[in-house]
């Protein structure tokens, strides 16, 4: 894997928005707009390091709007956009990478598959750009009255990131140094460098005005309204005592004076649980999955009904977030066995032992659960679909 930088661009002084704050700082969202761009790259895998182009008096709102993330020290940028990336890019000589993407600030919206693109394309071609088809007829004006049409066959609308080899794209800024060019793209192609055009997404707009800005928290409120596929499922199960020396609880064995009865081994946690989760996926309940009329299921583990439903889970491309059981008796006593219980069901989920909960409560001697008949478990499972 190549070594890839990616370079920020920060610097501008624009106060906009009718505020004294440089835009770049303003919130989207509740969340600085810097702070959106940075986390963008920061967390791509394909990008080693995050590098920002600052105005040191903005050190202050910069430190704050980018606490928590992994970022290399700012850099000072220059008055003009391609000067500050030019300082940007020597800033980066002292470990330099293979690859960098430079990207403008005010882009917070940038996508991951986009960056993706750009650095693939960066395989064949020294530069690549994302950028979109021009879709709207193009008109020529003059004073105020059309004096042609413009052919849009072969015209883009350029976006960031642009990304390229670092020493290429260095030594194009060098050569560069004093020409007034509008983009990263415009100082290679000055170069003589191959800029190859790689899809941009509409979404990865540029904010400038206020209404950018409202555009902006419409694609968020989007985005998180298609992550909000959230999925509760709940499930209850009871077993009566019959003779025995142990009872199995979520898939520990307890030494108890009895036993629970089943056509399984009566693990009512794992019974209720395999219900939430079946229940959070719309998939019927354990019996339709394991006919008790089965013989195949006597004294069956329990586990393998959970590890059916878990695996269904994946098969209808969900992720299981978070299992919560409460077992319901007056004895035997859970809060010793609760540990392994956690252990033992995170492990069957395959999922961290902090997504996991075991609760025990009695219910005050009443009913047949007061009157140790049996043991009742209810469960609930959140299911994501991303
Ligand atoms: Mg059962």
């Not at 906009?16 to 989207?28: A, I």
Request: charged share 20%; hydrophobic share 45%; net charge negative.
């Amino acid at each position: 894997m190549p070594r890839c930088s990616a370079l920020i661009v920060a610097a501008g002084h624009g106060a906009r928005f009718g505020s004294d704050m440089p835009k770049q700082y303003q919130p989207l969202a509740g969340v600085p707009i810097l702070r959106r761009t940075v986390a963008a790259f920061a967390s791509h895998p394909g990008v080693d390091t995050v590098r920002v182009v600052i105005q040191p008096v903005h050190a202050t709102l910069f430190a704050d709007a980018v606490r928590g993330i992994a970022v290399d020290e700012p850099v000072a940028g220059g008055s003009t956009r391609q000067e500050s990336c030019h300082r940007g890019l020597e800033s980066l000589t002292a470990a330099p990478p293979d690859l960098v993407l430079i990207h403008d600030a005010a882009r917070p919206l940038i996508d991951h598959d986009t960056i993706t693109r750009v650095i693939a394309a960066l395989e064949a071609s020294s530069g690549a750009i994302a950028a979109l088809p021009v879709v709207d007829t193009l008109k020529r004006g003059d004073h105020g009255i059309v004096a042609g049409t413009v052919d849009r066959t072969s015209l883009w609308r350029a976006q960031t990131p642009q990304g390229f080899h670092f020493t290429e794209i260095l030594g194009a800024h060098r050569a560069a140094s004093g020409a007034e060019l509008t983009d990263d793209a415009a100082v290679a192609e000055r170069s003589g460098l191959e800029v190859a055009l790689v899809a941009g997404h509409e979404d990865n707009l540029k904010v400038t005005t206020t209404a950018d800005l409202e555009r902006a928290e419409m694609v968020l409120s989007r985005r998180a309204a298609d992550l909000s596929d959230i999925r509760v499922g709940t499930g209850f199960d009871v077993h009566r005592f019959g003779p025995g020396d142990h009872v199995i609880l979520c898939g520990v064995a307890i030494p108890h004076g009895q036993s629970l009865e089943g056509h399984s081994d009566a693990d009512v946690g794992l019974h209720a649980l395999t219900d939430a989760i079946l229940g959070a996926l719309g998939a019927g309940d354990i019996g339709s999955h394991f006919p008790p009329s089965d013989p195949q299921w006597r004294g069956a583990d329990s586990a393998l009904f959970l590890r059916h439903a878990v695996d269904l889970v994946r098969e209808r491309g969900g992720r299981l977030s978070h299992a919560d059981v409460t077992l319901i008796c007056e004895r035997p006593r859970i809060g010793p066995h609760r540990s392994a219980m956690v252990s033992r069901l995170a492990s069957l989920l395959d999922i961290d032992v902090s997504r996991v909960s075991v609760k025990a409560t009695t219910t005050e001697s009443l009913g047949f659960t007061g009157r140790r008949e049996g043991i009742a478990a209810q469960a609930a499972a959140t299911v994501i679909f991303a």
